[in-house]
Nanobody, 123 residues
Framework: QVQLVESGGGLVQPGGSLRLSCAAS????????IGWFRQAPGKEREGISC????????VYADSVKGRFTISRDNAKNTVYLQMNSLKPEDTAVYYC????????????????WGKGTLVTVSA
């Protein structure tokens, strides 16, 4: 059974850091690009970062560039999102999703999705 499970969310103060994990089971991540998405209350889901298979090339949304870092450990079948300098506007449910090989244009067409982990940035 193909499954993606996010973890690492929680409550953090503005300026703080969190590291999210996306663990895959039922398939190997080696051939998959993994994207991170988030959905804030009352807003549409947005793609914020993606890492491709193979060369591990990465992309970031402007809203997180310079603060978030995506990485992958194929041996652990896990992708991470290191989030630094967190702001209240980063509060959202964070999801990971998978698609074969390369990060898609506009994060469209992801095949597998996790159920999300909540990140709350508040004093």
């Amino acid at each position: 059974q193909v499954q993606l499970v996010e973890s690492g969310g929680g409550l953090v103060q503005p300026g703080g850091s969190l590291r999210l994990s996306c663990a895959a089971s039922g398939f190997t991540l080696d051939d998959y690009a993994i994207g991170w998405f988030r959905q804030a209350p009352g807003k549409e889901r947005e793609g914020i970062s993606c890492i491709s298979s193979g060369d591990g090339s990465t992309v970031y949304a402007d809203s997180v560039k310079g603060r978030f870092t995506i990485s992958r450990d194929n041996a652990k079948n896990t992708v991470y999102l290191q989030m630094n300098s967190l702001k209240p506007e980063d509060t959202a449910v964070y999801y990971c999703a998978a698609i074969l090989y390369y990060c898609p244009i506009d994060y469209y067409g992801m095949e597998y999705w996790g159920k999300g982990t909540l990140v709350t940035v508040s004093a």
